[in-house]
């Protein structure tokens, strides 16, 4: 197990090194370089060299990518050449406002789609369980930027219980902080909920199939007793993978959420980078998402053996 | 998931614990008494459902080429945010425009976008993903199968939005890069099908009797690698194409992805933000299009998936 840990570690940071050398190279090797792209297509010559010079641009790009590296691992991302400011201040607080938008929107959907799932498969030739797989299909197909607009509708405008937009900091009041959270949280949640549901539901479905399930079955209990006392745990390992996968579709899903909601995550700085031509700051951000993509992979991956004992001892 | 039986199937209130055993997953096919050896290469209903709503937006995109309610481009102030009525089905934006033909016209992009995207994906990711299996089965290749393997995950961990962004700000956004992001993005799901397909595949007789005949291995690869995850490949193909709906739609919501004039399902949608309060239904219909248009290549994937999973063939016989 141990081992096995190392190793996928190891592998992490590889993944990790090959991932910043794609970024660096995407945008800093491409047609156009940074000072050019701040600046706009109609800057003199001169201009886009005093800012290269400035920036430090018009080293090889090999110095310039361990200058960058370098710089991310003591927590420094750098000065964006558009508005002159620091980013790792930025980075350190927008992300804070995302993770805490996407743990919510995880957790909700854990919440509503376990039991559900579970229910569905139980209940499978039976209208309850068809009505809940159909809904869950349904669900998948409604984007969350359009389940957000739904849910302003009808929960802010029409019936005025929760505010349209905005954030405010836990610090600053806890019920307003709650208030503000509820919409963007359910809309992110309600379409992962409905993917997580069907998954919860085959994974169930597959445990009931098994030949201890069916032991304890002629043993004399019910279908709901055997699957609480043998089957919920192998159930749940499908059920993690996918749900890690799914945190990583959440991180990019709230971009378009925090725009919607007008809330300062790092989506929104994304954004505004992206539109402001921000190339470092468009650099330092996907950085630090793709980084979060790969700690919920490893996490997922040694959470996985630490369920099932059978992955462990084959590891 | 398809709910309604497809074959002749056990009488409905009977459960038996052996027959419990055999109901799949992802279910259409109840394994039972009686029922019929064929029964699951039947259309189902996922199958049914999803190619229809497939078929509506493709006509839809196809007939707004020859014929629209209105012309697209024309602005007509007199008639601005009205509500549906019998002129204007779907009533008209805040320029006058008709929603309806808006909603027409915004297919082909969304289309375009997925073919594109699909097409890249599947062209470059099946033979990745075929190589790199038959790299698996040499001693000599395991490292470089491996190495591939590793390189899709690392690609993995790049989105399609995410990705769509990035070319976002690196050129200018827009429907080329958007198209190309997401068609990037989709290639490791291809690689992997194929992959897992071409194992199977090579490990079966008929590959080996071929290669004890001499056959080459391109040769193997074109004749009986193929047409055998062919299945498979157009599933990927079909789940991919609601992948790309999203992300386009939400690159254009955010304003880097298609630009205007040009209409986009996502860019109404987002143009309708501001008039949520006085108009919600501006966001209803393209809300509504770009649900149908991923809930029809969902369920297209789901019912191919029924007809082609080799997995569940094995079952049924």
């Known amino acids: 197990m141990l081992t096995y840990a190392i190793n996928r570690a190891i592998q992490f940071a590889l993944s990790l090194v090959v991932a910043s050398v794609v970024i660096f190279a995407l945008m800093s090797l491409l047609p156009g370089n940074a000072a050019q792209v701040a600046l706009g297509t109609n800057a003199t010559p001169e201009a886009v060299a005093s800012l290269e010079a400035q920036y430090g641009l018009d080293r090889p790009p090999l110095i310039r990518y361990f200058d960058w590296m370098g710089g991310m ?48 498969a139980l209940e499978q030739r039976n209208w309850i369980g068809v009505t809940i797989s159909a809904i869950s299909q349904v669900g998948i197909a409604i984007p969350n930027f359009l389940a957000a607009i739904i849910l302003v509708i009808i929960f802010s405008l029409t019936l005025g219980w929760f505010p ?57 209990l ?63 951000i996907v950085m630090v998402l793709v980084l979060l993509v790969l700690i919920i992979n490893l996490i997922v991956d040694i959470l996985v053996p630490i369920v099932d004992p059978r992955i462990r001892n084959a590891a | 998931m398809n709910p309604t039986p497809t074959g002749a199937q056990s009488p409905s209130d009977y459960v038996d614990p052996v027959a419990l055993d055999a109901t799949d997953t992802s279910a259409s096919v109840k394994i039972g008494p009686g029922r019929s ?78 073919v594109v995207a699909v097409g890249i994906a599947l062209l470059i990711g099946t033979p990745i993903g075929i190589i790199s299996a038959f790299f698996a089965k040499q001693p000599w290749g395991m490292w470089l199968d491996a190495v591939i393997m590793r390189a899709n995950d690392i690609l993995l961990a790049f989105p399609a939005l995410l990705l769509a962004i990035i070319f976002a700000a690196v050129y200018s956004p827009g429907t080329g890069p958007a198209m190309v992001a997401v068609g990037i993005a989709a290639i490791p799901g291809f690689a992997r099908v194929a992959r897992s397909g071409t194992l199977q595949v090579l490990g079966s007789e008929y590959v080996r009797a071929a290669r004890a005949s001499n056959r080459r ?12 995850i062919a299945g498979m490949v157009i599933v990927q193909a079909s789940v991919a194409f609601a992948i790309s709906v999203l992300a386009e739609a939400g690159l254009s919501f955010l304003g880097l992805g298609t630009q205007a004039p040009t209409p ?32 029809g290549f969902n369920l297209l994937g789901d019912g191919l998936r029924d007809r082609f999973d080799p997995k569940m063939e094995a079952r049924g016989a």
């Open chain 1, 73 to 120: 691992l003591t927590g420094d991302f750098g000065t964006s050449y558009v508005t002159g400011a620091e980013i790792t201040p930025v980075i350190v607080d927008s992300v804070q406002v995302t993770a805490i938008l996407v743990i919510a929107a995880i957790a909700v959907s854990i919440v509503i789609a376990v039991p559900l799932g579970t229910f569905a």
């Open chain 1, 222 to 284: 019910t279908k709901t007793k055997a699957l609480f006392a043998h089957g919920l745990r192998n159930a749940a390992i499908p059920v993690i993978t996918v749900a890690g996968v799914q945190l990583a579709t959440l991180l990019v899903g709230a971009v378009i959420i925090e725009q919607i909601f007008v809330l300062p995550g790092i989506g929104s700085e994304l954004v505004r980078a992206v539109a402001n031509r921000d190339l470092v700051a468009v650099q330092g």
């Open chain 1, 164 to 220: 349209s937009q905005g954030w405010m900091a836990p610090i600053e009041g806890l019920g307003g902080f709650l208030l503000r959270l509820v919409l963007p949280v359910v809309s992110l949640a309600l379409v992962q909920a409905a993917i997580l549901t069907r998954y919860v539901r085959s994974a169930v479905l597959d445990v009931m199939r098994e030949d201890y399930i069916r032991t304890a079955r002629a043993k004399g």
């Open chain 2, 37 to 114: 050896r064929r029964s699951g290469r039947r259309a189902n209903a996922s199958m049914i459902i999803g190619a229809g709503l497939v078929v509506l937006i493709v006509g839809l995109a196809l007939i707004s080429f020859v014929w629209t309610p209105y012309d697209p481009t024309t602005i007509d102030p007199a008639a601005r945010l009205q509500s549906g009525s019998l002129t204007h089905p779907f009533g008209t934006d805040t320029f006058g425009r008709d929603t309806l033909t808006w909603v027409m016209v915004g297919a082909r992009i969304t289309l375009l976008v997925g």
């Open chain 2, 264 to 295: 986009s399902w996502g860019r109404m949608l987002q143009e309708s933000q501001q008039y949520l309060s006085t108009h919600p239904e501006l966001a209803l219909w393209p809300g509504v299009f770009i649900a149908l248009a991923v809930l």
């Open chain 2, 217 to 228: 291995i391109p040769a193997i690869a074109v004749v009986h690698v193929l047409p055998n």
